[in-house]
């Protein structure tokens, strides 16, 4: 039996083709799309914003996104931010 543990830094791969995305990862990319900067969101979210710029890229390289502006989009087709 293989059990992996979900973290808000280590997302679980569910199957070849899913990923879980962790509540975090996703209020990080909801506060890019409102605009905020990375030291305003971690300022709000009582974390580095050196955290939160390798969340992006992280994020960025999982969904093979180029920009945080296709990031943001995929994020918003996919339903993960409102």
Do not use: W
């Amino acid at each position: 039996m293989n059990i992996r543990i979900f973290t808000a830094m280590n997302p679980i791969v569910a199957s070849k083709n899913t990923v879980i995305v962790s509540e975090r990862d996703a209020k990080i990319v909801f506060h890019v799309s409102n605009g905020l900067s990375s030291k305003q969101i971690g300022e709000k979210m009582k974390i580095s914003h050196r955290t939160v710029e390798e969340r992006i890229a992280s994020l960025k390289r999982t969904f093979d996104c180029d920009s945080i502006s296709h990031l943001v989009a995929y994020f918003l087709r996919k339903g993960l931010i409102k």
